[in-house]
């Protein structure tokens, strides 16, 4: 079992910054990943970005390439996600999740609680 626990959610302004962090508990693997998704108002979830735990590897939703980055401290078995210039269209529920290196639901084995993120326009 995994457990998840997010942090860093609240409300921004538009062109914000806000930095979400992810703890990761009990039995990990280093050759895992772990990543973010996001479930906007009324919308299915939707991918954000993905980390591997080893080498760093990442991989970003077209929608937040170059806005946000998604880090680990492995030290510590978390993962951040840096969002800058945010966008009302960001607001929604971000979900940390634990599992393959991909971007579908499907290979999430686990799901943090969801953190709140609101970006006011």
């Known amino acids: 079992q995994v457990q998840l626990v997010e942090s860093g959610g609240g409300l921004v302004q538009a062109g914000g910054s806000l930095r979400l962090s992810c703890l990761a508990s009990g039995r990990t693997f280093s050759s895992a990943a772990m990543g973010w998704f996001r479930q906007p108002p009324g919308k299915e979830r939707e991918f954000v970005a993905v980390?591997?735990?080893?080498?760093?590897?990442?991989y970003y939703a077209d929608s937040v390439k170059g806005r946000f980055t998604i880090s680990r401290d492995n030290a510590k078995n978390t993962v951040y996600l840096q969002m800058n210039n945010l966008k009302p269209e960001d607001t929604a529920v971000y979900y940390c999740?634990?599992?393959?290196?991909?971007?579908?639901?499907?290979?999430?084995?686990?799901w943090g609680q969801g953190t709140q993120v609101t970006v006011s326009s």
């Open positions: 999740a634990y599992g393959r290196f991909s971007y579908y639901p499907k290979d999430v084995d686990y």
């Open positions: 980390i591997r735990w080893s080498g760093g590897s990442t």
